[in-house]
């Protein structure tokens, strides 16, 4: 089985858009390619769902690559990529604290800048500066996804 | 919802500046530091000097009452003495490390600041003497007492010129290990009796360090008397008439001089306290006139321990007396300026390493107290038997 | 109150449980770590942060992008003026906007000269920790002739809100050449007293050799950088990595150190104050006399696009994501900052270490709590 992910390429960097499903296999493959250096994991809110992305690097040429997937609000999991990079420990923390993923395996999922009896995530377009929800604040419809079949096939490693 | 008035820009006038408080005048420093040390020399004047022969020449020591008065007396003047001291070289050392680190230090008190200490003396007596409430209250008060009176003990059995001595112990070394050890005590008992983490682990940092560094120091103590063929401080004194004992004592002196910064408690062995590791160690939930009884112990210590230094290896009270009768009330008054001005070099030179160093790391504290001052400690007491050996010999 | 996750009740008799923090004077700013204590070695140590957190990712998002540069300044407030770039640069490249070449140099010798205060702000710290007080007072004022440069042309210290999109936000101060010269000479006579108080000093090596050995896998696993990284024998450097300004212009080394201990990240950093005064002389020469020293932007800044740019801050890789959606407010800003990685370290380095040494291997990671926390 193939991997479904588009690829792009944006300034000095590749840009993988990548099914949830996929999305540890596709990393897990990036990591055999050498991208050893976790430079940054952002989490975001798109109000149709929550967008994790993940940039990486290779410190031996400075080749940097950008991997994101967008997960519906009502099921916001992921499967962690801590054992790939430990340094994105404290990062998953922060998107999940910050924005809502739930990173599935993560040796430690707790709130790490709020404190730990809050109930909401202050990043979540849902919620103004005070942390209160907007009223009337609806979730937009999720976007229409190209097919992800039609993916370019042999696109820099595209199989599995 | 009301609101507090706000003080706005435009309500705070410029202060009519005339005179900068911070500018330094070392006019004025030097002059207080000469009206200090020239102070202190006149209360050792008093209190050894003055005092004992008003008393022997009136005949009153010789009634029971009048040596109770007299003894009264004199420990009223140690504590006068040990107090000035404390209260000098507080401000001293502010404004020695203000110097070192290229700053003015204290300047708002008194002319150039002089009066610092006075002032936060008044203010920690004026502050509440706070205790948390787990600490043990009876220990918690009795230890900065018991550290604050083992240091000024220690200043009875110094000699400060000849012939005069508050108590011319014949143990004068045993009394000075014993009441050095004494202040442990205060340190270790004070911070366990606060109930708190930090204070603990001062404590027991405190118990290893200051127990650690009594043997050695102990040792280069008892190498001296060894060597001097007295435990009596004034004879030892005494026999540094030709050649003073750094030379021939100088692996004891150099023993002395680590052991006694690490009594000391200060850098590179401020462990026990450690504000940055340990907010304080054994002191971190003392205040008011407790802290302050910690505080003044620790100067009090600063001006005894370099006094034995001096006393011990660096001639005490010898320097030229031009021609003065050694037993003539001048001679005396001179011997206990040289004393003075000896002390206060080593004072200084106590100050200087306090404001170079870093700290060491405990385990560090420890192999060396054991490992490299126990040894040569030891090594100096049996080159101590031989010279004695051999000086008896020839 | 930090909810049931603070205490972890201990099950052993000989282990104490101590909270370093958050007001601890060691732990710089607002860190809590949990130490469990058997004796004087760390059993456990369990970093607890967010006391500083503002939420600046939120607010950001309610702002106009010149209004956020100010904000990026108060993470790292300690190297202030380095915080700004990151967000600038990601902003110019999905605006497209030419940066002048008179303001490339100028923002590196303003980069540099903020490492230079960051690192004399660490050094003083940091050698208070070790108990040594001398030093801060030294690099303390050391460091207010730089900031007293900075204040003459941007006319603020710390925080000074002067990089901006297409260069910077006014022209320098006619003094400002002679004044970084004049200080670059000062500052070199001083280096050797530096070196004698610290990295030279007996008891200070005593404290740091072999103390908080971070290998050189681990530390990239971690995305530990600046200098924690390079005294662990991995030369990233973002600023050869991917160059930005007129870094690539400039000939300077990136010091690296293969043992990764605490003495190696102090020889680092002092190896890379020794850098910036030659980075700072180049830039020096090189700067344009006349030009331009901010370019074209538009008038209102509508940011369409995703983009990440990193600089090496005096703390190392400080990266900024800017998603724009077309309108002159960002829809999302993340800050990448160097000490929330740095700090992931921890519990790696400090179990099994002495307490004394906790506080040294702690100040030796150099953490700001402003860019933590953010």
Same mark, same amino acid.
Request: proline fraction near 7%; hydrophobic fraction near 45%.
């Given at each position: 089985m193939s991997l479904r992910f588009k690829t792009r390429e944006e300034f000095d960097e590749v840009v993988y858009a990548v099914h949830p499903e996929d999305y540890r296999p596709l990393l897990e493959q990036l990591k055999g390619e050498g991208f050893d250096y976790p430079r940054n994991l952002t989490g975001m809110d798109l109000e149709y769902g929550l967008r994790v992305v993940v940039h990486l690097t290779r410190l031996a040429d400075g080749a940097k690559v950008t991997v994101y997937t967008d997960v519906p609000y009502d099921a916001p999991e992921l499967p962690s990529i801590t054992d790939l990079w430990p340094g994105f420990e404290w990062f998953e923390r922060e998107a999940y604290d910050l924005v809502g993923v739930r990173f599935r395996g993560h040796p430690d999922l707790r709130r790490i800048l709020t404190e730990d009896h809050w109930t909401i995530h202050p990043l979540q377009k849902r919620y103004d500066t005070g942390g209160y929800e907007l009223p009337g604040w609806q979730p937009k419809p999720w976007p229409e996804v190209a097919d992800w079949e039609e993916a370019p096939e042999g696109d820099e490693g595209g199989e599995a | 919802m009301s609101r507090m008035p706000l003080p706005l820009d435009r309500h705070i006038k410029p202060k009519l500046v005339g005179y900068d408080p911070t500018r330094p005048r070392p006019g004025v420093e030097r002059l207080a530091y000469t009206l200090f040390f020239g102070s202190l020399w006149a209360l050792v004047v008093v209190a050894y000097g003055l005092v004992p022969a008003l008393f022997r020449s009136q005949g009153w020591l010789d009634g029971a009452l009048g040596f109770f008065f007299y003894a009264v007396i004199e420990a009223l003047l140690a504590f006068g003495i040990a107090a000035v001291v404390a209260l000098i070289l507080i401000v001293v050392l502010r404004k020695y490390l203000g110097k070192v680190q290229e700053r003015v230090g204290p300047m708002h008190y008194g002319p150039a600041g002089v009066l610092q200490t006075v002032f936060d003396a008044l203010k920690l007596l004026g502050k509440e003497d706070f205790a948390p409430a787990n600490v043990d209250p009876l220990i918690f008060r009795l230890a900065p007492a018991i550290t604050f009176v083992s240091a000024f003990l220690m200043l009875v059995a110094v000699p400060v010129a000849g012939g005069w001595v508050m108590a011319d112990l014949n143990v004068g070394l045993l009394f000075i290990v014993a009441a050095s050890t004494l202040g442990a005590y205060g340190v270790v008992l004070g911070g366990l009796a606060q109930g708190g983490k930090w204070g603990m682990l001062g404590a027991f940092r405190a118990g290893a360090q200051l127990v650690s560094y009594e043997v050695p120091l102990a040792l280069a103590l008892l190498a001296v008397g060894v060597y001097s063929g007295s435990l009596r401080l004034s004879d030892i004194v005494e026999h540094q008439q030709g050649l003073w004992h750094v030379v021939p004592m100088f692996i004891p002196f150099l023993v002395y001089l680590v052991a006694s910064i690490a009594e000391l408690k200060s850098t590179p062995f401020d462990l026990p306290e450690a504000e940055s590791e340990l907010i304080g160690g054994f002191n971190t939930e003392y205040s008011g006139m407790s802290f302050a009884f910690f505080f003044l112990a620790e100067f009090v210590e600063l001006f005894l321990l370099p006094a034995l230094v001096v006393v011990l290896f660096f001639g005490g009270w010898h320097g030229p007396l031009f021609g003065l009768d050694p037993a003539s009330f001048a001679a005396q008054a001179l011997q206990s300026f040289y004393f003075l001005v000896k002390t206060a070099v080593w004072v200084w030179i106590f100050m200087w390493i306090r404001a170079t160093l870093p700290r060491f790391r405990d385990d560090q504290l420890m192999d060396l107290a054991w490992k490299g001052l126990l040894p040569l400690a030891l090594f100096g007491l049996i080159l101590a038997a031989f010279l004695r050996m051999f000086v008896e010999v020839v | @109150?930090? $909810?049931?996750?603070?205490?972890?009740?201990?099950?052993? *008799?000989?282990?104490?449980?101590?909270?370093? $923090?958050?007001?601890?004077?060691?732990?710089? #700013?607002v860190l809590k770590v949990v130490i469990g204590l058997e004796g004087e070695r760390v059993t456990r140590a369990v970093p607890h942060i967010g006391f500083l957190h503002r939420n600046h990712e939120k607010i950001e998002e309610a702002r106009t992008y010149p209004q956020i540069i100010t904000y990026t300044d108060r993470m790292d407030y300690v190297s202030g003026l380095q915080n700004e770039l990151p967000f600038i640069l990601a902003v110019e490249d999905l605006l497209g906007v030419e940066v002048p070449d008179r303001a490339k140099y100028l923002r590196?010798?303003? =980069?540099?000269?903020?490492?230079?205060?960051?690192?004399?702000?660490?050094?003083?710290? #940091? @050698?208070?920790?070790? #108990?040594?007080?001398?030093? =801060?007072?030294?690099?303390?004022?050391?460091?207010?002739?730089? /900031?007293?440069?900075?204040?003459?042309? *941007?006319? *603020?210290? @710390?925080?000074?809100?002067? =990089?901006?999109?297409?260069?910077?936000?006014?022209?320098?101060?006619?003094?400002?050449?002679? %004044?970084?010269?004049?200080? /670059? %000479?000062?500052?070199?006579?001083? /280096?050797?007293?530096?070196?004698?108080?610290?990295?030279?000093?007996?008891?200070?090596?005593?404290?740091?050799? #072999?103390?908080?050995?971070?290998?050189?896998e681990r530390a990239i696993a971690r995305g530990a950088s600046g200098p924690v990284l390079r005294a662990s024998g991995v030369a990233y450097d973002v600023r050869k990595a991917e160059p930005y300004d007129a870094y690539p212009e400039i000939e300077f080394e990136v010091p690296v150190r293969e043992e990764g201990d605490v003495y190696a990240r102090f020889w680092v950093r002092f190896k890379e104050m020794e850098e910036s005064i030659k980075i700072i002389r180049q830039a020096i020469e090189k700067t344009p006399k006349v030009g331009p020293y901010k370019g074209k932007v538009p008038a209102r800044m509508k940011v369409k696009g995703s983009r990440y740019r990193a600089v090496e801050i005096s703390r190392g890789h400080l990266g900024a994501h800017v998603v724009g959606d077309g309108t002159d407010r960002p829809y999302r800003i993340k800050h990448r900052s160097p000490s929330f990685a740095n700090l992931q370290l921890i519990p790696d380095l400090l179990v099994g270490a002495r307490f004394a040494d906790a506080i040294a291997i702690l100040s030796s990671l150099d953490p700001v709590f402003g860019e933590v926390d953010r």
């Open positions: - | - | @109150m930090r $909810g049931p996750t603070q205490i972890l009740p201990t099950d052993r *008799a000989d282990e104490m449980l101590i909270n370093m $923090g958050p007001q601890h004077p060691a732990t710089h #700013g590196v010798i303003f =980069f540099e000269l903020y490492r230079l205060a960051s690192h004399l702000v660490w050094l003083g710290t #940091g @050698m208070l920790d070790f #108990g040594a007080i001398t030093p =801060f007072l030294y690099t303390f004022r050391d460091r207010e002739r730089i /900031l007293e440069i900075v204040e003459k042309t *941007a006319g *603020a210290r @710390m925080l000074p809100n002067y =990089f901006t999109f297409g260069g910077v936000r006014r022209d320098v101060h006619p003094d400002f050449f002679k %004044d970084v010269a004049d200080f /670059l %000479d000062f500052f070199e006579k001083r /280096l050797p007293d530096y070196y004698a108080l610290v990295l030279d000093s007996p008891v200070f090596q005593a404290r740091a050799v #072999g103390v908080g050995v971070l290998p050189k």
